[in-house]
């Protein structure tokens, strides 16, 4: 089974989290409780299955907290009273190349019912200006001429 946090946007998972320290926590065994994570990441749809299901089946990583929240500093614990409230997402755009990014987008959620700040980047005009040299991908025939599968097919 592979564990993902089910805050929208975030890709952190069991098997597949970068960071190697980032811890998932499961959804509290209270009704009240368990409402109050839902409703904060807005996933309302999950709010009809039952607390053991959700319990059991369905994480939020440690990125969803604030340190306040964990009751140790290797935030591998959380407090009793700990509810999720930190949701950032980042969108990039790339340019055709794939290598640079022209646009990175960040939206900070404290809270859904609280506060919003939204920050926005963009790299200079020049990126998308073609460049004034002209650029060959054409391979030499010096590099292909001794190849080992050319030399395979000489012997045979």
Request: proline share 5%.
């Amino acid at each position: 089974i592979v564990l993902v946090c089910l805050v929208k946007n975030c890709k952190n998972a069991k098997s597949t989290t970068k960071e190697k320290s980032c811890n998932l926590f499961r959804i509290p065994k209270g009704l009240a409780r368990s409402e109050e994570w839902l409703i904060n990441f807005e996933r309302e749809d999950l709010i009809s299955k039952s607390v053991d299901n959700l319990y059991n089946n369905y994480r939020v990583c440690m990125n969803h907290f604030k340190n306040n929240m964990f009751s140790n500093p290797e935030k591998i614990r959380l407090l009793i009273s700990a509810v999720p409230t930190e949701f950032v997402m980042q969108t990039t755009t790339y340019t055709s190349s794939g290598t640079s990014p022209i646009v990175n987008h960040t939206m900070d959620f404290n809270s859904p019912s609280t506060s919003m700040s939204i920050s926005t980047t963009t790299l200079d005009e020049q990126v998308d200006k073609p460049s004034s040299k002209p650029v060959s991908t054409q391979i030499t025939k010096d590099l292909t001429l001794n190849t080992p599968r050319k030399s395979n097919l000489k012997v045979n």
